[in-house]
Structures are given as structure tokens and as C-alpha cells.
């Protein structure tokens, strides 16, 4: 696994350098103007100061250190690709979102992988949940599904998400991460982030390549059809490349000889034409099946379970361009779960409900007001009211800029306006804690039904890695924890634990 002499991705300047054998251009300003002179600043003599006079060193310079904007505060460091999305089974039945509307339907796509915890420069190989965000640049305007390489989630409340957040993320002091304290006794403290711990501590916790993991939209959505009927949905793409995980003593050695290398592998995939691609299919359920349902539907630390609501396919996507340039395509890519189609819903999920109200207060503050703007997040059209603000690049020319208004202004959808749905809500306006919804069903089901032994005992290895360094109070506390799925595991863990030196036996 140690990196090639000479990769793909290595002889990118050479291959720019035989594409360009005459490129006639001149080094210009920032502003197009003919440079004289790039190897020496503007000084009074050979020893005297610059002189402020020399704005081609400013126009430079000034750039320069504004290059960086701020960070994703989640999901930092990742890779991007662009390709195309294909309908292969009719759904019709379930939604009349224009892009499933007719088997052989294309549509483009931009996706994002990612890593949760780390910053930009984090090493890609180290244990966490990785993101798989989809962009689908569709005639009606872009669908952003925001998904992860897990079904499910550590907690279920998007009033517990920065929290947990921070937990996986530096200590606020020392500036160092992991904290393990801070990640039990969060873990801990709120139970339903067993069933996610599983596949945290899983082989899937670190993924061999982008490539090798399936996608899950992991929060419920809904569907509405042509005759406005009402479904709930989640979202799956399974790897055409198969499944494969890396041993964590590889990534260890890789984080060291080669942090990028999930977007190495990923490029130079492409580079060579070895396109990746995932089969696309959806779980649906009726208003009345979720009313009926054992667990909470919208519940994202639960699966739904397959042999209940099976697979149905859909379509395959192909990734099989990389950007052009990383910043400006990847870096200012803007995902947000409120970027839905007619067709497509949301639904009471609370973490989506927090989720349509985060991204795009993030991009405002990240990229700024018009984010949508910037070629890759820009929709084929829009024509609405919003205008000006900093960075305006499409103006929308005279049209009106408000509404009503008598002047030929874009008018109202009537097909978007049919597929709105009418959701009845009923209830008091309350906060109730779900923390304690069954939080051990389904982990056992994992636990017990689908993992085999080998599996388990490295999932056990692996979580006595994040355990032994901390508190014997959150070792006893986690082993307590999941004796609730599995006496053995709880017992396995506890054993594990003996040779720590803070257990308590
Ligand atoms: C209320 C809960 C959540 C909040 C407040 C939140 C917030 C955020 C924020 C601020 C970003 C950075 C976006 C950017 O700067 O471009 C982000 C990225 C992301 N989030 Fe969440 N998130 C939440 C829950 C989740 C969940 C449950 C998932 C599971 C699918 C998820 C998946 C992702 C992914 C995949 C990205 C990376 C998108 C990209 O590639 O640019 N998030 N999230």
C-alpha cells in the first residue's frame, strides 16, 4: 500500500505542460494588464526598500492572503467528482419529481465524500463516519441529497448535534483531539448513539476508498406523486466496486506516508477511466404504515428494517470527471437538505428539520450571500426576487424585481404548486426528550443477526482502542451501555478493559 513512484495525480503538470506546448499567454495582473517584470519586487536600488508604488506586488500579495475562506465547521477535509445520474426502474408511482420521470432520464451530478471530524488538512484515513453528499443539477433546479456512508446517526434531536459535534472534535483548551472524555460521557450519557457506535467501531469506520462504501440519505424524506399522494422515503446507493475496509494498523501507517489518500485514490480512479458507480434505490412507506410502525420512522439512529421495506431500484449514478480546480469546485460547493424538487419533501425527521435550517445559514456566513451563485452550485435557471448583495454575478437584467407585480415577472409553478403537499399536523407545541426510545433493538439486531464473529471481535478491538484512555467512570458507564445490546459484548468489553489501568474491576 506504500504510494507509487509516479501516479496519476502526480503527472497532472506534466499532462497541463504537453496540452499547453504553445500557449502564447502572457502573465498578466489579476485585472489583465501586461506584467513587466515577475522575478523582482520595485525597490530604490539594490538594497532599498519596495515602493509602495509597485501594485503589481500588491495586487499579488493582497491576494494571496485572502486566499483561505473559513473551513466547513463539519466535514472539512473531502473529495469531489462530477458525473452523471440514470433512472433505470420506474418510480412514477411514488413521486413526480422530474428526474425519475422516464427510464434512460440523465442528470448531472456533482458529489462530495468527506470525513466528519477532521479539518482540512486531516489525514483521510483515520476512524469516522465519512460524508457522500449528491448534487443533481435537474430542470427543476437543484437537489442537494446531503448523505453519509451509514444509515443511521449518533443522535436524533438536531438540538444535540453541535454538542455531539464538539465531543469528536478538539478540546476547547488543550486544542487536541480525540478527547475520549468527552466522547464517552457524551456517548454515554445519551444512549441512543449505541446503534451508530456499532458501525463507528465497525470495519466500515474506515472505508478502503470512497469508492468501496455505499451512501445512505440516512434522514427520512417524503415523496408526493402526480395525484398528490403522500409517501415517506429514504434514500440508499449501493458501490458497484463492492465493500471494502481498510485494517486500522494500514490507515495508521498511511495517515503518516500519505494523508490524501482517499482523494488520491479517487482521482486517479477517475484519471484512468476507472469509473465508479453506485446502484440508487429507495425504502418507501405509507402515512399509515408509519402511523402503525414499531419504532419512529423518523427517527434517524433507526434503520428501516429491509425485510419490512425492501429495496426498490431506481437508478445507477457515475462519477467520471474530476474538477477542474478544487477550490473553486469542490472547496465552494455548497450542499444544503433544503434544496428539495417538486416531488420531493421533507419530513418530520427532527434532525432534517434542523438540517434545512443549517446549511444554508453556513453557506451565507462560508461562502457568502450569493453561494448560489458560483458555477457549481448554480442551477440551469432561477428567476426570483432576491438581488444584489455582495458578489452579484447574474443580475436577472430589468425583469421586476418584486411580487406581485404587473410587469411579465416569472409567475407561479402550477404543477409545483399541485405537488405541495398538505401535511396535518396536530398536537401541542411541547419539548420531549426522544433520548430513550428503544435504543437497544435494533443495535442487537446488528449485533446479534448480522455480524459475524470475526467482525464482532474487531468492532470490540476497536472500541477498546477509544475506551482504555478514558475516565474508568465512562469505561464503566459504556460497558453498561452495551451489555443492553449483548451481554457477551458487554462481558467482552469489561474483560478488555482489565488489562487497562484505570478499570475498576
Ligand atoms: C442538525 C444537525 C446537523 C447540522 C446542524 C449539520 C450541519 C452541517 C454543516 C454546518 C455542514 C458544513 C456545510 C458546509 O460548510 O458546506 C455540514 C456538512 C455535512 N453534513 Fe451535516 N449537519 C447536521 C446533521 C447531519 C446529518 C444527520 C448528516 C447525515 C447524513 C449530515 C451530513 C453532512 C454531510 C455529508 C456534509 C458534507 C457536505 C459536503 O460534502 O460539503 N449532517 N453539516
Request: overall charge negative.
Amino acid at each position: 500500500m506504500s504510494i507509487p513512484k509516479r501516479d496519476t495525480a502526480a503527472e497532472q503538470l506534466s499532462e497541463y505542460s504537453e496540452e499547453h506546448e504553445d500557449n502564447h499567454d502572457k502573465i498578466t495582473t489579476t485585472w489583465g494588464v501586461p506584467v513587466p517584470e515577475k522575478d523582482a519586487s520595485l525597490t530604490i536600488g539594490y538594497h532599498g526598500p519596495i515602493l509602495l508604488q509597485d501594485y503589481n506586488l500588491i495586487d499579488e500579495i493582497a491576494h494571496f492572503t485572502r486566499e483561505r475562506i473559513p473551513e466547513r465547521v463539519v466535514h472539512a477535509k473531502g473529495a469531489g467528482a462530477f458525473g452523471y445520474f440514470e433512472v433505470t426502474h420506474d418510480i412514477t408511482e411514488y413521486t413526480a419529481a422530474k428526474i425519475f420521470s422516464e427510464i434512460g432520464k440523465k442528470t448531472p451530478i456533482a458529489v462530495r465524500f468527506s470525513q466528519v471530524a477532521g479539518e482540512l488538512g486531516y489525514p483521510d484515513t483515520i476512524r469516522d463516519i465519512r460524508g457522500f453528499a449528491i448534487k443533481f443539477y435537474t430542470e427543476d433546479g437543484i437537489w442537494d441529497l446531503v448523505g453519509n456512508n451509514a444509515p443511521i446517526f449518533f443522535v436524533k434531536d438536531c438540538a444535540l448535534f453541535p454538542s455531539f459535534i464538539h465531543t469528536m472534535k478538539r478540546n476547547p483548551k488543550t486544542h487536541m483531539r480525540p478527547d475520549y472524555d468527552m466522547f464517552w460521557d457524551m456517548i454515554t450519557l445519551r444512549p441512543e448513539t449505541t446503534h451508530t457506535c456499532l458501525i463507528f467501531f465497525s470495519d466500515r469506520g474506515i472505508p478502503a476508498s470512497f469508492r468501496k462504501m455505499h451512501g445512505y440519505g440516512t434522514n427520512t424524506f417524503a415523496f408526493v406523486n402526480a395525484h398528490g399522494k403522500f409517501f415517506y422515503c429514504k434514500f440508499h446507493y449501493r458501490s458497484e466496486q463492492g465493500v471494502e475496509n481498510m485494517d486500522p494498523k494500514v490507515a495508521q501507517k498511511l495517515a503518516g506516508e500519505d494523508p490524501d489518500y482517499h482523494l488520491r485514490d479517487l482521482y486517479n480512479a477517475i484519471e484512468n477511466e476507472e469509473y465508479p458507480s453506485w446502484k440508487f434505490y429507495v425504502q418507501i412507506m405509507t402515512p399509515e404504515q408509519a402511523e402503525k410502525s414499531s419504532y419512529d420512522p423518523f427517527d434517524d439512529t433507526k434503520v428501516w428494517l429491509h425485510s419490512e421495506y425492501p429495496l426498490i431500484p431506481v437508478g445507477r449514478f457515475t462519477l467520471n470527471k474530476n474538477p477542474s480546480n478544487y477550490f473553486a469546485e469542490v472547496e465552494q460547493i455548497g450542499f444544503d437538505p433544503a434544496h428539495l424538487i417538486p416531488g420531493i419533501e421533507p419530513s418530520p425527521d427532527r434532525m432534517l428539520q434542523g438540517r434545512l435550517f443549517a446549511y444554508g445559514d453556513t453557506h451565507r456566513y462560508r461562502l457568502g450571500v450569493n453561494h448560489l451563485q458560483i458555477p457549481v452550485n448554480s442551477p440551469f435557471k432561477a428567476s426570483h426576487f432576491a438581488r444584489d448583495g455582495k458578489m452579484t454575478l447574474h443580475s436577472q437584467g430589468g425583469a421586476p424585481n418584486y411580487h406581485p407585480n404587473s410587469f411579465n415577472g416569472p409567475k407561479i409553478d402550477k404543477r409545483a404548486k399541485a405537488l405541495s403537499p398538505v401535511i396535518p399536523l396536530h398536537g401541542e407545541a411541547t419539548r420531549i426528550d426522544n433520548g430513550n426510545d428503544d435504543n437497544f433493538t435494533q443495535a442487537r439486531l446488528l449485533y446479534q443477526k448480522v455480524m459475524k464473529d470475526d467482525e464482532k471481535d474487531r468492532m470490540i478491538q476497536n472500541m477498546l482502542v477509544w475506551l482504555k484512555p478514558t475516565k474508568p467512570q465512562f469505561q464503566d458507564k459504556a460497558v453498561k451501555m452495551f451489555s443492553q445490546v449483548d451481554q457477551d459484548l458487554g462481558k467482552k468489553l469489561k474483560i478488555g478493559l482489565g488489562s487497562s489501568p484505570h478499570i475498576d474491576l
